[in-house]
């Protein structure tokens, strides 16, 4: 049973770290809206200064999916880089390395692409407006 779960343990406590930032997102969220509720029965008026002072994020997400999109790229050429690598290597059964890694880098190398592209669209849509 060790023999398993110890190669498990990175990847176990990954999920376990990122639930917990979400537990305790939630959770202040969620007093943050109960906070808004309570001085909305009581008849006050929030304005949006008051309600980012109580620690609500904010939306405005500017170049998110052009940093995303040459993230998701640059993943895509590292697996491109490790499959020349491995090829380069060896000539025996090594050599179908690059045609393997850049069939994986197809996946974040496409969805980066579309993600500069969507970046790159809002951005011009923005400055028409």
Not at 4 to 14: E, K, Q, R, S
Not at 16 to 32: D, E, P, Q
């Amino acid at each position: 049973m060790e023999a398993v779960l110890i190669p498990l343990a990175p990847f176990l406590m990954t999920v376990f770290i990122v639930g917990i930032v979400f537990y305790f997102n939630s959770k202040n969220r969620r007093a943050v809206l109960e906070t808004v509720r309570e001085a909305s029965r009581n008849g006050q008026q929030l304005d949006p200064a008051t309600i980012k002072a109580l620690g609500m994020p904010q939306k405005t997400n500017r170049n998110g999916d052009l940093k995303a999109g040459a993230i998701l790229i640059a993943v895509a050429a590292g697996f491109l880089c490790l499959g020349w690598a491995i090829s380069t290597v060896d000539s025996g059964d090594a050599a179908e390395a690059f045609p393997i890694m850049a069939a994986v880098a197809s996946f974040p190398g496409f969805i980066g692409i579309v993600l500069l592209a969507f970046g790159l669209l809002k951005k011009k849509d923005s400055e028409d407006a």
